[in-house]
């Protein structure tokens, strides 16, 4: 059974920092490209920051200079080092795992919510 837990979302003023966590259990997780996406009320879901198999990153514009996305495959987990934090960040953050070959593997975490306010 695949899971992805997230931890470490919670209240930060602006301009503070807040790291989340993912552990990820059912899958070889190596081989997965590891992302992070958000959600704010009334909006869609957004990809925020991923990481391949090989560790090549991509960020969302909103997010670079900012947003750190990082691995450890020996504790199969992701985090998200999120510095000088905006008002606007504030979402529920979705740990998310893909892998595609002759097929796609798709799975997601619960969320963890994350609230920027002073």
């Known amino acids: 059974q695949v899971q992805l837990v997230e931890s470490g979302g919670g209240l930060v003023q602006p301009g503070g920092s807040l790291r989340v966590s993912c552990a990820a259990s059912?899958?070889?997780?190596?081989?997965?490209?590891m992302g992070w996406y958000r959600q704010a009320p009334g909006k869609q879901r957004e990809l925020v920051a991923s990481?391949?198999?090989?560790?090549?990153?991509n960020y969302a514009d909103s997010v670079k200079g900012r947003f750190t996305i990082s691995r450890d495959n020996a504790k199969n987990t992701v985090c998200l080092q999120m510095n000088n934090m905006k008002p606007a960040d504030t979402a529920v953050y979705y740990c998310?795992?893909?892998?595609?070959?002759?097929?796609?593997?798709?799975?997601w975490g619960q969320g963890t919510q994350v609230t920027v306010s002073a």
């Open positions: 990481i391949t198999a090989g560790s090549s990153t």
């Open positions: 059912g899958i070889t997780f190596r081989l997965y490209t």
């Open positions: 998310n795992a893909e892998r595609r070959d002759s097929l796609v593997r798709n799975y």
